[in-house]
């Protein structure tokens, strides 16, 4: 998904972050270009001394560590990450306090609930920067794509989601820019995009493919997709109406921005060094954060699987890629006139539901199967969940089948599978 933007009304209080988020984009840039690994280990080194001073604030890692007979100051580089102990999500969202560093002055500090890909959502610290960090990588990926910043850019978060949400904002941290959230759902979506002409466009796989079906829109930058599946049919299909380059980015509330696929090779994940660290040769991603901030996480893992190694790749990039990586399973359901749409625009529907507490199967065009960890489906879920299909494609109410079912039968894998289809035999 495209960044959680925090509205606030003195937006001016960006500006003295400006230099911040300049040096932030001139460092992904160095380890970027960095050829020699001895070197970038060195630079990643030197980020530890604040890691190792957070995790003396944090009463989960002092506790965590003493009973595994270690101390923060034993971690002197990156080569002695592997004796300190894994954080599993869940152990997050449990202790989400505890885990904080929170500086006895905490100003600007927030809680935000991440979206809960793996079926627990979690509670999260931020600070200032935090807030701002985005901002601050975008810049350094429009220098990855040649997109040249103008002055007093626009930035558009485009949504497809149904409840149709719109505002706009003033963002001085990006060249005294503005942020507009525009609806797909709303009649003059096209209109509005015309007005605003942005400069860079986020947005999901389902609003990439509202996108595509439009004509005669102005032409951004660059466009920005969360690393959902991005089909490259709709990748085709949108480069036939906006030749724009699309750029697909992997973060996690948790986290921030941790990886961005190859514009020139997909399916290779360039990890953002310096900021954090994922730890090569695993099947499983595993990340350290080496950016200061009020949430130190040493082994964290996101429940994302993938392999790191080292590599130099040809669209220029030097340093550590995310090969095979799997978040989110793709599925897409089919309308009763052939098109095909995202499962995942559905995921909104069961915003009170745990991942790992539902599945939606559908069975044929006009015919879904719905299951539930819950003796009956309540009236305002299933009414949310046909008011949404009708949103997506479906002319009237599909035939939905609802099953109470047992938690353990709905458990496939690492990640939850929460959507899945039959039609003409694909899942």
Same mark, same amino acid.
């Given at each position: 998904?495209?960044?959680?933007a925090?509205l606030?009304?003195?937006?001016?209080?960006?500006?003295?972050?400006v230099?911040?988020?300049?040096?932030?984009?001139?460092g992904?840039?160095?380890l970027?270009?960095?050829?020699s690994?001895?070197?970038?280990r060195?630079?990643l080194?030197?980020?530890?001394?604040?890691?190792?001073?957070?995790?003396l604030q944090?009463?989960?890692?002092v506790r965590?560590?003493?009973?595994a007979?270690?101390?923060?100051?034993?971690?002197?580089?990156l080569?002695d990450?592997?004796?300190f102990?894994?954080?599993?999500?869940?152990?997050?969202?449990e202790?989400?306090?505890?885990?904080?560093?929170?500086p006895s002055e905490q100003?600007?500090c927030?809680?935000?609930?991440?979206?809960?890909s793996t079926g627990?959502?979690?509670?999260?610290?931020r600070d200032?920067?935090?807030?701002?960090?985005?901002w601050?990588?975008?810049r350094?990926?429009?220098a990855?794509?040649a997109?040249a910043?103008?002055?007093?850019p626009r930035v558009?978060?485009?949504d497809a989601l149904?409840g149709?949400?719109?505002?706009?904002?003033r963002?001085?941290?990006?060249?005294?820019?503005a942020?507009?959230?525009?609806?797909v759902?709303r009649p003059?979506?096209r209109?509005?995009?015309?007005?605003?002409?942005?400069t860079v466009?986020?947005?999901?796989p389902?609003?990439?493919?509202?996108?595509?079906?439009?004509?005669g829109?102005p032409?951004?930058?660059?466009?920005?997709?969360?690393a959902?599946?991005?089909?490259?049919?709709l990748?085709e299909?949108l480069?036939?109406?906006?030749p724009?380059p699309?750029?697909?980015?992997?973060?996690?509330?948790?986290?921030?921005?941790?990886a961005?696929e190859?514009?020139?090779?997909p399916g290779?994940f360039h990890v953002?060094?310096p900021d954090?660290?994922l730890?090569p040769?695993?099947?499983?991603v595993?990340?350290?954060?080496l950016?200061?901030?009020?949430?130190?996480?040493?082994?964290?893992?996101?429940?994302?699987a993938?392999?790191v190694?080292?590599?130099?790749?040809?669209?220029?990039?030097?340093?550590w890629?995310?090969?095979?990586?799997?978040?989110? +399973?793709?599925?897409?359901?089919?309308?009763?006139?052939? %098109?095909? $749409?995202? /499962?995942?625009? !559905?995921?909104w529907?069961f =915003?009170?539901?745990?991942?790992?507490?539902?599945?939606?199967?559908?069975?044929?065009?006009?015919?879904f199967?719905?299951?539930?960890?819950?003796?009956?489906?309540?009236?305002p879920l299933?009414?949310?969940?046909?008011g949404?299909?009708?949103?997506? +494609?479906?002319p009237?109410?599909p035939?939905?089948e609802? %099953?109470? $079912?047992? /938690?353990?039968? !709905?458990v496939?894998?690492t =990640?939850?599978?929460p959507?899945?289809?039959?039609?003409d035999?694909h899942?």
């Amino acid at each position: 998904m495209a960044p959680r933007a925090n509205l606030r009304r003195d937006t001016s209080s960006q500006r003295p972050y400006v230099p911040w988020a300049e040096d932030i984009a001139r460092g992904l840039s160095r380890l970027a270009a960095l050829g020699s690994e001895d070197e970038a280990r060195a630079e990643l080194d030197s980020r530890l001394e604040w890691l190792r001073g957070a995790l003396l604030q944090s009463p989960y890692y002092v506790r965590r560590l003493r009973d595994a007979g270690l101390h923060p100051g034993d971690l002197r580089s990156l080569r002695d990450l592997p004796h300190f102990p894994l954080l599993e999500r869940a152990t997050l969202a449990e202790h989400w306090e505890e885990v904080s560093a929170l500086p006895s002055e905490q100003e600007g500090c927030v809680v935000v609930r991440s979206s809960g890909s793996t079926g627990a959502p979690v509670k999260v610290v931020r600070d200032r920067r935090d807030c701002l960090h985005m901002w601050a990588v975008l810049r350094f990926w429009l220098a990855r794509a040649a997109v040249a910043l103008p002055h007093r850019p626009r930035v558009v978060l485009l949504d497809a989601l149904p409840g149709g949400l719109e505002y706009s904002t003033r963002l001085p941290i990006l060249r005294d820019g503005a942020l507009h959230r525009v609806s797909v759902l709303r009649p003059d979506a096209r209109e509005r995009l015309r007005r605003v002409a942005p400069t860079v466009l986020f947005s999901d796989p389902e609003g990439l493919r509202w996108l595509a079906e439009q004509e005669g829109l102005p032409e951004p930058g660059l466009v920005l997709s969360s690393a959902q599946h991005l089909s490259r049919e709709l990748r085709e299909a949108l480069a036939r109406v906006l030749p724009a380059p699309v750029l697909n980015y992997y973060a996690t509330t948790e986290t921030g921005p941790l990886a961005w696929e190859c514009l020139h090779a997909p399916g290779r994940f360039h990890v953002l060094a310096p900021d954090v660290w994922l730890e090569p040769d695993l099947d499983d991603v595993v990340v350290t954060r080496l950016r200061p901030g009020v949430l130190p996480l040493v082994r964290y893992r996101p429940a994302d699987a993938g392999t790191v190694r080292r590599e130099s790749c040809a669209c220029g990039f030097h340093g550590w890629t995310l090969q095979d990586f799997g978040g989110r +399973g793709a599925c897409a359901f089919t309308t009763p006139s052939g %098109r095909r $749409v995202d /499962a995942w625009a !559905l995921a909104w529907v069961f =915003k009170h539901h745990a991942l790992r507490a539902f599945r939606v199967t559908q069975l044929a065009p006009e015919h879904f199967e719905l299951e539930l960890v819950e003796a009956t489906a309540p009236g305002p879920l299933l009414e949310r969940l046909e008011g949404a299909l009708r949103n997506l +494609g479906w002319p009237r109410a599909p035939r939905l089948e609802v %099953r109470a $079912v047992e /938690a353990d039968s !709905l458990v496939t894998g690492t =990640k939850p599978q929460p959507f899945r289809t039959r039609v003409d035999g694909h899942r």
